[in-house]
């Protein structure tokens, strides 16, 4: 079963990013706000932002979106947080961060490298029966890396939940342009 | 200005400041320095027997006041005894402060004596906690939390104080509403409606046929009850007040129905079901009101009025949301349809519809069988005598089962602000010790406490405290030796297989009991005692009366909309039910 796929490819997932108050006991807030209602949080990142009181939490549910709409409120209503926006996957970028450790003998090492550099991975570690590799992307496509790399025996895997924000729109991108910070 | 004091002291010194008058509270450990400097306070201690009356005392204390209640605690047991009042609070949208102790910063986290997770515990029933690390952060924590309790939707806020805090010393600076405000962020409850909205609403209410002013507990949070008859009799519409609402509306004003709900009146439920436009003001749908949602005023557009957007849309979808401070939304209101009319546009005519819930109230008025003689003693005949000879201005407690739906029915508030009830939670002792806080807050008012054998017996040793306090307050207690609401589930959808609902007709002796705690006890037992018992319980001022009033044990509560049920199949008192037609 591959419990990854599913929020990539399940129509019901959605991404809450909300800014919140730096400050200790806000993550119990928010996360106690799903708890009380049963629902799983499928992912959750959290770190400052460019501004170091606040913090951006992004969360990826799985809940139908009238439930959804009354979490959200609910969580507005919480003294900390200070902004919620749900991102339409269609219209947000996502990066998420994999590290894996694979088992594999050092005859049948070469083929994990490949398959790393032609996801554009990193190798991190490497010992005499493993091998330790990153990848950091789209959920998707760590879905795909991740998938590849089970048939070799994954010892260890950590992925940090997918962390996003809304795309440019192409006017905003052309001033991002303008101001030399597209890369 | 730097001069230094103690946390504890900042404590007293910020509460003194937000106007504080009086703390409920029971000290301990951790919370013994802040205790110190309350004793070169002006404001009034008043010791509880139990924590939970002192939660509860807050509540009624802020119920009659407006005015958020404080309540202060030791941490561990005393902090777990909170929990409940805090819950009843939120639920009920009631301004309270909490303050408890907690083990010294060094110690958190080590299960070290007394010591729980209260902001933990805390978190889901308050509006907001925090635990205090810094004798620093005292005054600025302080004035955040009276401003977070007492505006937007209000609620309780719970400060956590650990020993060492309260010991250290800090120095003394009082933020300024700037400063408290900057420090919130992420808090900023909106009060104005949205104009747009406020226009669509008037002529929606204009346009409607058969309208109804649905008003909640948010008109009294709001003190919106001026505005709201203003907007009742400007388009003679009627109302329905909620149970967290009596009062909010004069019952004696013709456009009155009364309560709707699970136990409202036939008339109240009827003319929701039925009406074309619910002008929902403070109120939340709650199940207890709308019955099964399905098929809950079919009908209706809904306006919506309500200060906490997560109202909006949770049970119900309005057709009109408005998101604001009921007050100056239904000011707004009132002035777009006299704008609408000023400008030529005219009201439907709702004439056939007023009828029509005339036609209800006439046939369905509240029933009992009344007294035969040598029959047992009608509950709700206690309540019409005491009623009847209740002072003006007495303010009415209650506890939770039928003797609160009774209340709740047979009372006539014409007053804001003189009911206090357990709504959202359905706390079981809450009557008493609310009473006690009521009457601290309302010292030149009469508060009667109309209680349940059965909550009795969970804070009745708050009467001791309203003795030694000289705070003095009258209990009616409805003696049904039953665990009432819970039989009549029993009898009407268990085949009336009893399980665990039976008390005791002579266990306790309620009498003397109360005069252990210091007040004066009676008991009545038939229906000629009633009368010279309330009389003299009215004439006593200098002391609590306790009223023991031996009822019908097999009385139950009508009419009845059960658990599941469209309001539209609403159980009438059987000698009623022959004119069931009559609710079409
Ligand atoms: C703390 C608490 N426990 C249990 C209940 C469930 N309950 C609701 S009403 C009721 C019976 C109350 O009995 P009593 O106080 O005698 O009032 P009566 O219904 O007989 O008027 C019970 C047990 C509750 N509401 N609160
Ligand atoms: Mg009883």
């Known amino acids: 079963m591959s419990t990854n796929s599913y929020a990539s490819s399940h129509p019901a997932h959605h991404i809450l990013s909300v800014l919140v108050q730096n400050r200790p006991g806000v993550l119990a807030r928010v996360s106690g706000l799903f708890a009380r209602r049963g629902y799983n949080i499928f992912s959750l990142a959290v770190a400052p932002t460019e501004d170091p009181m606040l913090s951006r939490i992004t969360i990826v549910v799985d809940v139908e979106s009238a439930p959804l709409e009354q979490v959200v409120k609910q969580l507005f209503k919480l003294v900390d947080v200070v902004k919620i926006s749900e991102l339409d996957p269609r219209r947000s970028v996502e990066r998420e961060l994999l590290m894996a450790t694979v088992r594999v003998p050092a005859e049948d090492r070469g083929q994990v ?43 260890e895997l950590q992925r940090t939940g997918r962390v996003a924000l809304p795309k440019l729109d192409k006017e905003a991108r052309l001033k991002a342009v303008k101001h030399g910070k597209a890369s | 200005m730097t001069q230094k004091i103690t946390g504890a002291q900042a404590l007293i010194r910020a509460l003194e400041l937000e106007n504080v008058d009086t703390i409920f509270g029971l000290p301990g450990g951790c919370i013994l320095p802040a205790y110190d400097p309350l004793l070169d306070s002006p404001i009034r201690h008043i010791l509880v027997r139990h924590e939970q009356g002192a939660g509860h005392m807050a509540e009624g204390y802020a119920h009659v006041t407006g005015r958020p209640g404080v309540a202060m605690v030791t941490s561990g047991p005393a902090a777990t005894n909170m929990v409940t009042p805090l819950c009843d609070a939120y639920m009920d949208s009631i ?47 302080v004035r955040q939390a009276f401003h977070i309790a007492t505006t937007g939707r209000p609620g309780p806020v719970l400060l956590d104080l650990p020993k060492d805090v309260l010991q250290n010393s800090m120095t003394w600076h009082w933020p300024s509403d700037e400063e408290v405000l900057d420090s919130l962020p992420g808090y900023k409850p909106v009060s104005k409606g949205h104009p747009r909205m406020i226009k669509e609403a008037a002529r929606m209410i204009l346009d409607a046929k058969q309208p109804i002013l649905y008003a909640g507990g948010g008109i009294l949070k709001a003190r919106a009850a001026d505005a709201l008859r203003e907007l009742a009799e400007l388009i003679d519409t009627p109302v329905v007040t ?17 309560m709707p709900g699970m136990h409202g009146n036939a008339t109240a439920i009827t003319a929701m079901q039925k009406s074309d436009l619910l002008i929902t003001l403070g109120a939340r749908f709650d199940d207890r009101i709308t019955g099964k949602v399905a098929t809950f005023a079919p009908d209706a557009k809904i306006i919506h009025v309500d200060i906490d957007p997560a109202e909006q849309g949770k049970v119900r979808r309005p057709d009109v949301p408005i998101v604001g401070d009921c007050r100056l939304v239904i000011e707004e209101i009132i002035k777009a349809i006299k704008d609408l009319l000023n400008g030529g546009e005219k009201q439907q005519d709702i004439s056939a519809w007023k009828s029509r819930v005339s036609g209800w109230r006439e046939q369905f008025p509240l029933y009992y069988p009344t007294n035969e003689p040598g029959e047992a003693l009608k509950p709700q005949y206690c309540l019409e005598q005491l009623r009847d000879g209740a002072p003006e201005g007495t303010i009415l407690c209650s506890g939770v089962g039928q003797h609160q739906m009774w209340s709740s029915q047979y009372w006539k508030f014409n007053e804001p602000y003189t009911w206090v009830n357990s709504g959202g939670l359905g706390t079981m002792g809450f009557s008493v010790p609310a009473a006690i806080g009521a009457k601290v807050g309302r010292p030149d008012r009469t508060v009667w406490a109309v209680d349940g054998d059965g909550c009795f017996q969970m804070t009745a040793q708050e009467l001791v405290t309203a003795s030694v306090e000289r705070i003095p307050i009258k209990v009616a207690i409805l003696n049904n030796s039953y665990l009432g609401m819970v039989r009549q589930w029993q009898e009407m959808f268990y085949e009336e297989r009893y399980s665990e609902v039976y008390l005791s007709p002579e266990l306790p002796d309620f009498v003397k009991w109360a005069e252990s705690m210091g007040c004066i006890g009676i008991r009545v037992e038939s229906p000629e005692e009633v009368q010279p018992a309330i009389e003299k319980a009215n004439s006593i001022d ?6 023991e009033f031996r009822v019908d044990a097999g009385e139950k509560v009508f009419p009845m909309v059960p658990a599941g049920f469209s309001n539209d199949d609403v159980l009438l008192h059987p000698d009623q039910n022959n004119r069931r037609e009559f609710l079409r």
């Open chain 2, 95 to 141: 301004p309270m402060i909490c303050i408890t102790g907690q083990v010294p910063t060094t110690a958190i986290g080590t299960d070290a004596f007394q010591e729980c997770d209260t902001v933990g515990i805390t978190r889901s029933v308050t509006k907001h906690n925090e635990l205090i690390m810094s004798a620093d952060d005292v005054p600025l924590m």
């Open chain 2, 542 to 547: 200098d002391r609590s009366v306790v009223v």
């Open chain 2, 242 to 258: 909620t149970l967290m609402a009596r009062g909010a509306f004069p019952d004696d004003h013709p456009l009155c129905l009364g």
């Open chain 1, 113 to 155: 490298v490949e398959l790393t550099n032609i996801f554009e991975g990193k190798i991190l570690a490497v010992g005499v029966e493993a091998i330790t590799v990153s990848l950091d992307g789209s959920p998707d496509k760590l879905d795909d890396f991740e998938e590849l790399l089970r048939g070799y025996g994954i010892v």
